[in-house]
């Protein structure tokens, strides 16, 4: 059976989610969906959130980031900090949201978004042409 990244066969197709880094997220989309099982209830609960923002008249959507990596918290501080900067959040609620960040850094450590694969913590299974034998 042939596989794409070390992972999985082909014939899954991968979450389009793509991370505040660039790369793709590496796990298998769930069945009919175009989003892995974390993505896809990240997903949801956004919308949720909108629609009862909307339901109780608040204008203006929210989109709650995925502290999903380092990268994904550091955009999520440059966030805190522009709303900040620009007026658009009260200092109250940019302390809250500041230290809910820094638990989050905390929680780094202890946290594995992606799958895991044989062998090791992102380590493709498939060694490339171009890799040299140990
Ligand atoms: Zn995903």
């Known amino acids: 059976m042939r596989v794409t990244d070390g992972r999985y066969p082909y014939n899954i197709a991968r979450c ?6 660039g ?3 590496g796990s298998p989309a769930l069945r009919n969906l175009c989003l892995c099982y974390f993505h896809h209830l990240s997903q949801r609960t956004n919308t949720e959130l909108n629609a009862n ?13 995925i502290l ?3 990268n994904s918290i550091q955009f999520a ?3 805190v900090m522009r709303l900040l900067l620009t007026g658009e959040i009260e200092h109250k ?25 044989a ?3 992102h380590r493709p299974l ?5 890799q040299p034998r140990r």
């Open 68 to 70: 999903e990596d380092a």
């Open 23 to 25: 790369t793709q997220c």
């Open 53 to 65: 923002l909307a339901r109780r008249g608040s204008p203006g959507s929210i989109s709650l980031p």
């Open 93 to 117: 609620t940019a302390a809250l949201l500041l230290y809910t960040l820094q638990t989050a850094s905390h929680n780094l450590s202890r946290t594995e978004f992606n799958p895991p694969s």
């Open 16 to 21: 389009r989610h793509i991370k505040v880094n």
């Open 126 to 130: 498939r060694r490339s042409r171009h």
């Open 119 to 121: 062998g090791g913590r």
């Open 77 to 79: 501080l440059m966030q």
